[in-house]
C-alpha cells in the first residue's frame, strides 16, 4: 500500500503538519555550483571552441566544429514531413490552440494628451531575439517547445534560437517537428551550461539573445540563475505540483490518475488531494493501489507520493479553498460538482482545471493556455509565461511648452527637496520668466 500521509483540519498539529509538508527547499548544489561558474567562465573567453568541447565531452559526439552542430531549416522540415499521420496532425491541432489563445494576450500602446498638449502613453516593442532551452535525450517535449516558441513568436520576437542537446546524436523528430511548426529561426543541437552561456554571451556562431526561456536540469538551472541580468530569464521552476480539490462526486480513478500525471515526472513532484468526504479518500486510496501496477514510471510515482504527497480532510469547501490559497499551487483541479461559484475565489494558482472533464494533462499538451507555470508557491506573485513576456513597455512623455512650465515647477521643488540641484536647474531652464 502507498504510504501517503493523511493530514485533517481537526488535528491541533494541523498548521505544523501542513508547514512541513509544504517546505521544499532547492538547496544549491556547490558542486554543481562550481562546475556551472567554470563552464560559463570558459564558454565567455573561448566562444565556439569551449561549446563544440563541452558538447564532445559531455553529449558523446566527435564534431569537428560548430557548423557541424546547427541544424537548417529544411531538417527541422523533414523532420515534421516525416511524422505519422496522427501525429502531425495532433501536433499541428496542439499549435494552432495555443496560437490562438496567445493571440488574445497581445498588448497595445496606447497615450492619452493632456489639456495643454502634453502627451504620456506607452509603447509595446517585442524583444528583439530570444533563445529557447529544449531539454533532449530521454526528457524530449516537443509541447514545451510549443509553449515557449509560439507566444515569442505572437509577440514579434523576430529571431528565435532553440538549443536542444543530442546526446549521443540523437535527434528527436517531434521536437523538431514543433520547432519547424512554431517558427523556430535557428536550431543548435548543444545543450547544459555551455548552451546558456553561449546563449548569454554569444559566440562568433550563436548571436547573444535578451531572454532565455526553456526547463533544463540543475546544471542549466544554475547557469540561468548565473546569467540572469546580463540576459533576461523566464523562472527558475521547482518541482511539479497539482492539488485537487474534491467533494467526493467525482470518480476516483479519473483523480488518482491526476495525481499520477504529475508524480511521475519526477520523485519531487507534489501531488496533494484536498476533500470533504473520508469516505471518498479511501476510494481515491484504493484507486491508487488499483492502477498504480500498469504505470510505466510507478516507481517514481509511488515516491513521489509517498515523500511529498498528501490527502488532507477539511470540514468544508470554503476549508479547502483557502488552503489551496495558501499552497498556490502549480495546477489546481476543482473535481467539484458544481466548481464554478468557487473559481473566483482562488487568488493563488498557476492555472485553475474547473470541473471534472478538465484533466490537467489537457493543459500540458493542447487546451491552448501555457503550461510553463509558476512553482514552489511563487503563483502569489508569478504569472504564467505568455506574449507578455517577450515584449517590453516604454514609457513615452512628450511634454508641451505650457505643459514644461507646470511640470518644471513641481520637478523643481521636489528636486531642491532632494539636494539635487542639476535636477532642479535642468527643469528651471525651459521655465518662462
Known sequence: MV?????????ADFTAKMDALLA???????GIERTVIGILSDVKARGDAAVVEYSNKFDRLSVGGMADLELSKAEMQKALDSLPAE?????????????VYHEKQQLEGWSYTEADGTMLGQMITPLDRVGLYVPGGKAAYPSSVLMNAIPAKVAGVKDLVMVVPTPGGEHNQLVLAAACLAGVDRVFTIGGAQAVGALAYGTATIPQVDKIVGPGNAYVACAKRRVFGIVGIDMIAGPSEILVVADGSGNPDWVAM?????????????????CTDAGYIEQVQASIEKLLPAMPRREVIETSLTNRGAFILVRDLEEAIAI???????????????????????????????????SESLGDYCAGPNHVLPTSGSARFSSPLGVYDFQKRTSLIKVSQAGAQTLGRIASTLAHGEGLLAHARSAEFRLQN
Open 3 to 11: 504510504a501517503i500521509k493523511r493530514l485533517s483540519t481537526v488535528d
Open 24 to 30: 521544499f527547499e532547492a538547496a544549491q548544489d556547490e
Open 87 to 99: 501525429q502531425r496532425q495532433a501536433l499541428e491541432a496542439a499549435a494552432q490552440r495555443i496560437r
Open 258 to 274: 491526476d495525481l499520477f500525471s504529475q508524480a511521475e515526472h519526477d520523485e519531487l513532484a507534489q501531488s496533494i488531494l484536498i
Open 324 to 358: 489551496a490559497n495558501r499552497v498556490a499551487p502549480e495546477h489546481l483541479e476543482l473535481a467539484l460538482a458544481d466548481p464554478d461559484p468557487w473559481v473566483s475565489k482562488i487568488h493563488h494558482a498557476g492555472a485553475i482545471f474547473i470541473g471534472h472533464y478538465t
